[in-house]
């Protein structure tokens, strides 16, 4: 496999943008020697610059969940192409897609787009904030929120509460405010309200954590943290930005049904285009202006082309009575065959997923918690990784992140990771 094409591409961007990559992740730092560039997408597969095809299992972090070049979100976007681009005023689908997304979520009653989850998550903050009279947020080490200063911070040292920036620029001042505690950790929590519950504006969290690679909430946790939040009047904001639409058409909140007071959603609900969103309870929402006294606003939010991308995207699924069963079942399988070829290579592996999400940890199990992913092998990803790309199949370029099928996968390309993966794990077994 030559990637020739990717190399001169990287060359002439990291001229012009940092690391040649606008995210981070994009560079593949941990399993490549520089960054693959693609070029088209169809269906299951992407193909990068040098003509090389691959089985997606990316899927842009999520959003092509319907796979490349879905016909009706395709034909939804050119058809909304020719109406117009962007008002910057209201339009019809802006209602249409709330809408739909309100009916779907039971604890959204109203709600405001906007164009990333990071915009999500960092409005949800604000409101959180102002609807409280507090500063205080909890975030949970391993979930990721998007680069929101306050969201990126670390626990600090000791005993002490006050989280610290994780990136340089991010004023010691603002992660003070932050409190991160561990997933998974009830105790925690409870400990946190019981020390300074007074001054606790919300709790964020990703209701099946995906972004330190998939991690499931423990039994009970999730209802402890309403429990909890409850008793204190602090806000619970689920960040459905993987989990909306993706483990089932009403979310994590659907699924474990509960009722967090704010929720953030991205990925899936743009159909591929650039789309976030917050909402929640009524009361809550409508403190947001010019309702309310909480400024928040974007010159492109509620983009039309985005708003038919999202309403085509999700109309499909909604149409499709068998299309999550179809997807949980591919994770599944996906699940299954990784843990036979894992252990017929003798390598340790953690294989663990939600509905539509899955990962593979090399290490032993069960992974609870960001403590937990450290075991990871990071060399053992990147050969796992390195043969799966050979053999076809892209993965997420970093270990401790998720795998997502789309419902473009079909019995073809089953096939072809089925015959990849043996190879990939022996890659994996021998690579220290
Ligand atoms: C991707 C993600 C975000 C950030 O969304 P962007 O569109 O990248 O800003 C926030 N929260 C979660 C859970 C995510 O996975």
Redesign the pocket.
């Given at each position: 496999m030559t990637t020739d094409n990717s190399r001169l591409l990287y060359e002439r961007a990291r001229q012009v943008t940092p690391g040649g990559v606008n995210?981070p992740v994009r560079s593949m730092r941990q399993v490549r020697p520089y960054p693959l560039f693609a070029e088209r997408g169809e269906g299951a597969y992407v193909y990068d610059a040098d003509g090389n095809r691959y089985v997606d299992l990316l899927c842009s972090?999520?959003p092509l969940i319907l796979g490349h070049g879905h016909p009706a979100v395709v034909g939804a976007i050119k058809e909304q192409a020719e109406r117009a681009l962007t008002f910057g005023i209201a339009s019809r689908l802006e209602v249409e897609l709330a809408e739909l997304l309100t009916s779907a979520l039971p604890a959204v009653d109203e709600l405001r787009f906007v164009s990333?989850?990071?915009?999500?998550?960092m409005s949800a903050i604000r409101l959180a904030r102002a609807f409280t009279g507090r500063d205080l947020i909890i975030k949970f080490a391993g979930?990721?929120?998007?680069?929101v200063d306050a969201l990126l911070a670390r626990a600090g040292s000791g005993a002490a509460l006050s989280a610290l920036p994780v990136s340089p620029g991010v004023p010691g001042k603002v992660a003070e405010d932050t409190i991160v505690l561990p997933y998974n950790d009830l105790g925690a929590i409870e400990q946190a309200f019981r020390e300074r519950g007074d001054r606790i504006a919300a709790v964020i969290v990703?209701p099946i954590a995906?972004?330190m690679g998939v991690v499931p909430p423990v039994e009970g946790y999730l209802v402890g943290l309403r429990r909890v939040t409850r008793e204190h009047g602090a806000l619970l904001i689920f960040?459905?930005?993987?989990?909306g639409f993706r483990v089932g058409f009403s979310g994590a909140q659907g699924m474990f049904g509960l009722d967090p007071d704010l929720t953030?959603l991205?990925?899936v609900i743009g159909g591929g285009l650039?789309v976030?969103a917050y909402g929640g309870r009524r009361e809550i929402m409508e403190r947001i202006a010019p309702q309310g006294d909480v400024y928040q606003a974007g010159t492109l939010s509620g983009s039309p082309i985005a708003m038919a991308a999202g309403l085509a995207q999700l109309s499909e699924l909604a149409r499709d009575p068998e299309a999550y069963r179809r997807l949980r079942e591919l994770g599944l399988t996906l699940e299954r065959e990784m843990r036979e070829a894992a252990a017929a290579a003798g390598v340790a592996c953690t294989v663990q997923g939600a509905p539509g999400l899955l990962s593979a940890f090399f290490c032993e199990g069960p992974v609870r918690d960001q403590a937990d992913t450290e075991r990871n092998q990071i060399a053992r990803y990147r050969a796992f990784w390195q043969s799966m790309a050979e053999s076809g199949v892209l993965l997420p370029p970093a270990a401790n992140e998720a795998i997502f099928p789309s419902l473009a996968l079909g019995d073809t390309e089953l096939e072809i990771i089925r015959g990849a993966l043996p190879a990939a794990f022996r890659a994996a077994a021998s690579a220290d």
């Open positions: 995210s972090w999520g990333s989850g990071t915009e999500a998550t979930c990721y929120h998007g680069h990703e995906a972004n960040d459905e930005v993987i989990t953030c991205g990925k650039p976030g």
